[in-house]
């Protein structure tokens, strides 16, 4: 099976030459990534999540690109925002997918399982919610960490952000 | 295998290392082998992705290029195409061919950079200063007068085209600083490609097979180093690379050195499109007519360019707003330094650790973002 096959029930829309995105429903994802690894996608570009605040979603983003093909491909999901578990790609894409999930589990708290090492990476102590997270507002946080508010010369900035 | 009283010992290489940067790879030794290497990434952590989420693309350009120190300019590049994409831009001829020759001579800055990383990881500061000393001809006679700063460019490359257009005299100069880039690669080949202590310090270190460079995630010079012949200028053209003549330098090896001389035969390829786009490059318009409060188009892209470290990518989501929705960076130093060098580390002399470290090319700051 060509990998067009594999993505042609989904609908790909085709961005332009060489770009092409594709939706995929949530307990598909593993079989299909697995698919088209084999068919020749072999590199994963990337990994990256979007946080669909107001639908209550995550948006896992897939980039893979083919070295033979030269086409990068974007497999999409949707998963709870509540409940947010996937299955890991480790097994797929080995070492390359374990960085990137780690990193997108320490930024957006997303629970990838099957993955065998999700420990903190940039962050050093952190027992707030995840970061990258759109409802984790870094003005508040650093307002109430970093800032006096006894301390005349640091009105200014409360004064900015009150407004 | 050790007994269990005296165990291993740890030993952190950086965070203040003066060969890795601002960057920790914390080394499990057995004597004088290394038995497991564990990267502790998150000392220049700054969070982009967050903070282009609060800026309009204009402010985010000049947020792009302190990605990364080394090399400014490529991610402006890499910014500036996201948000071309989504605008549905089409940029003046011009621009293109200026970006071009730009992210030419900030590959051929990086790589002397590169190198001199190198000769200092195997000990050999002649080398450290003369590239040092040769990339200084490109801060200061390209990258002051055109972008008005030696290193950070202050979003020079935007989107929509760039900032002003070059200065009056910059074909005298780009021409007079090629020659100088010959005469640093004729110093290059004899003080140290050529140096028997070198290449008894880099050949055979490190070996990264194909496989392995593809199951890790590896990309630019190191995967080309490999035997794997890919390059994002040449399999997915943007700008106007795919009108230009260039050779893709590809080794068999895979170690060490040849992950050197890889950077060595890139320079020349470099040189090569600089001069092909300044024999073309048309007048004209510098840059479209930006509006600085303008809303984006709701829509999303991924841009990928070909770094001097390897692949660099923004996937880029707008809903409609002035500002981003999610910008995700993909630094190929992520990939570099966090799997591969775990996995070339591991089994070698503590020596060689410098030396490897070196040969990824490295960025610590694209790593952290």
Known sequence: MSWEEIIKDYNPTIQRERRIWVNIPKDKVYDILQNLKNEGFEHLSSLSVTDWIDEGKFEITYHLWSYKFKVLLTVKTKIDREEAKIKSIYPIYDRSAWIHEREMHELFGIEFIGNPDLSPLFLEDWNEKPPFRKDFDWREYVRSKYYNKENEREKAYWEVWLK | ????????????????????????????????????????????????????????????????????????????????????????????????????????????????????????????????????GYRDYILEHIFEPVTGARVYPTGYIRPGGVRWDLPKDFDKKCYNVLKKIEKAVEDFDKLLFSNPVFKERTQGVGVLSKEDAIRLGATGPIIRASGIETDVRRDDPYEIYDELEFNIPVMDEGDAYSRFFIGRMEIVESMKIIRQAMERMPRGEYSLKVNPFMKMKKGESYARIEAARGEAAIYMVSTGDRKPYRVKIRGPSFLHLIPVLEFLLKDQQIADVPTIYWSMNTCPADMDR
């Not at chain 2, 952190?12 to 890795?20: D, N, R, T």
């Not at chain 2, 220049?44 to 989420?53: C, P, Y």
């Open chain 2, 1 to 132: 295998m050790k007994d269990k009283e005296i165990g291993f010992y740890e030993l952190p290489f950086g965070p203040a290392h003066s060969g890795s940067g601002n960057f920790m790879v914390k080394l499990k030794v057995d004597g004088e082998r290394v038995v497991e290497a564990r990267a502790d990434p998150g000392y220049l952590h700054r969070g982009f992705e967050k903070l282009m989420e609060y800026r309009t693309p204009l402010q985010n350009a000049v947020v792009a290029d302190r990605v990364c120190i080394l090399e400014p300019l490529s991610w402006d590049l890499v910014h500036a195409e996201a948000v071309d994409e989504i605008m549905g831009w089409d940029i003046p001829e011009r621009a293109k061919y200026i970006r071009v020759i730009l992210a030419e001579f900030t590959r051929i800055q990086s790589h002397l950079i590169w190198f001199s990383g190198g000769s200092m990881a195997t000990g050999f500061q002649t080398g450290f200063m003369i590239g040092i």
